[in-house]
């Protein structure tokens, strides 16, 4: 399985980053993906959506096409978000709408919320709810919140909350066979002819 892991904060070192690059780590040393990527948002690299996108403009295609052909090459997507005053981060969601079918349509994704307290669900509802319509990407009915992000998946094992480390690391391997198995099944469906995008390219 190819991953793309998209780190959704604009922040740099943010916990969402060092929580792609645990992710990263166990998926390659666990077998469960022949390859994986990191596309970091760090540092708010993307303009905001403008109609120069569908002019396909250079200034455009010199942002997006790195992002595109990591994520056209991919079999699964692992979306990791913070919780910004209860929301996903701006830069995370103009991403999204700059994505289609061609990116990221009927590949499974894995959305992986990180919260510094107990939180962490808001942003997983508002993935879910209007980031998947006309791009097609299909998230996975389970997903992971990372809560007290501070306490796990640190380099250092010192840093880390032991019980907690241990939960969220089996349940992160639990997650990626899960997301591997989705890769193995959606594949078929990319490659049927049923659901060709030119006769309904956006969703209801």
Request: with cysteine; aromatic share 8%; glycine share 6%.
């Amino acid at each position: 399985m190819k991953l793309a892991i998209i780190s959704g904060s604009h922040r740099l070192n943010s916990q969402s980053e060092k929580v792609a690059n645990y992710v990263k780590e166990v998926a390659l040393s666990s077998g469960v993906a022949s390859s994986a990527e990191i596309i970091s948002l760090a540092g708010n690299p993307i303009p905001l959506w403008d109609e120069g996108v569908w002019a396909n403009e250079e200034r455009w295609q010199q942002v997006l096409l790195p992002i595109q052909t990591v994520l056209r090459n991919s079999d699964a997507i692992i979306v990791i978000t913070p919780e910004w005053h209860g929301q996903v981060p701006s830069g995370l969601k103009n991403l999204m709408l700059l994505l289609g079918v061609q990116e990221v349509g009927h590949k499974p994704a894995l959305i992986i919320s990180v919260s510094g307290s107990d939180g962490g669900a808001y942003p997983v509802a508002e993935l879910r709810m209007n980031s998947y319509k006309n791009n097609r990407i299909c998230y996975l009915p389970e997903h992971l919140i990372i809560r007290k992000v501070n306490t796990v998946f640190n380099a250092n094992p010192a840093d880390n909350d032991a019980s907690a480390q241990d939960y969220f690391h089996k349940r992160l391997v639990w997650d990626l066979s899960l997301l591997q198995a989705y890769a193995k099944g959606l594949s078929q469906v990319r490659a049927s002819a049923e659901i060709n995008p030119k006769d309904y390219p956006f969703g209801m």
